[in-house]
């Protein structure tokens, strides 16, 4: 079993639409997660954190995270076609970072 | 600006060359990493540095080496690179390790073997 666990997707949305990018994990002893965005070629890209039960704004994109589901999403408001690429969920413990696979987002026009 | 600077940005070498790439960072982080990404794929844990603390992952191959002379520069060496090791070469810096803050990521060094 994977410790950090996301659908590969793609996910496509249209244009203007609510993404929804979630991630499950296993260890329950993660306390920080971060999603990064990820475009073709280029490297990884920090999004948002979130170390807290409940949700994290930041512009169009919220962070949610319930730790007794051990359940963890990002969703992106009036998603754009720039907004296209693959989501990384990353779960930290005190001593290592662990990667999801990513799920690839297409925002079609 | 560029916090975190890799060099070159493209890398060529042939099958059984040494090859070197590096990473500088200006954010004084304590820690950093080195990551392979291929295609599709999450990246890649190899080690990563706590200050002069070296930390290599169990299933890093003996192929793959890292110096970090200084707080700032940190060094990936691929003693003899096969095929397989073709790649995207990520650094990345923390200033804790683990959870402890998100990690900056340089842009990375795409390895190709000749």
């Known amino acids: 079993q994977k410790e950090v666990e996301q659908n590969s997707g793609p996910l496509s949305v249209p244009e203007g639409a609510i993404a929804s990018l979630n991630c499950t994990y296993s260890?329950?002893?993660?306390?920080?997660f971060f999603w990064y965005r990820q475009y073709s070629g280029k490297s990884p890209e920090l999004i948002m954190f979130?170390?807290?039960?409940g949700d994290k704004e930041d512009g169009r994109f919220t962070a949610q995270l319930n730790k007794a589901s051990q359940y963890v999403s990002l969703l992106i408001r009036d998603s754009q076609p720039s907004d296209s690429a693959t989501y990384l969920c990353?779960?930290?413990?005190?001593?290592?970072?662990?990667f999801g696979t990513g799920t690839r987002l297409q925002v079609t026009l | 600006d560029a916090m975190v600077i890799q060099n070159p940005r493209y890398q060529v070498t042939q099958f059984g060359k040494p090859v070197t790439l590096s990473c500088s960072q200006t954010l004084n982080h304590n820690v950093m990493y080195w990551y392979q990404q291929k295609s599709s794929q999450a990246p890649k844990l190899l080690f990563h540095y706590y200050d002069k603390d070296f930390n290599n992952e169990a299933d890093t191959p003996d192929n793959f080496q890292s110096r970090r002379p200084n707080t700032s520069f940190c060094f990936l060496d691929i003693r003899s690179p096969g095929l397989g090791d073709a790649a995207m070469y990520l650094c990345?810096?923390?200033?804790?390790?683990?959870?402890?803050?998100?990690?900056?990521f340089g842009d990375g060094t795409r390895l190709s073997i000749l």
């Open positions: 990353v779960g930290g413990t005190a001593s290592k970072l662990t």
């Open positions: 979130i170390y807290s039960n």
């Open positions: 990345a810096t923390s200033r804790d390790r683990g959870g402890g803050g998100p990690q900056h």
């Open positions: 260890d329950r002893g993660s306390q920080s």
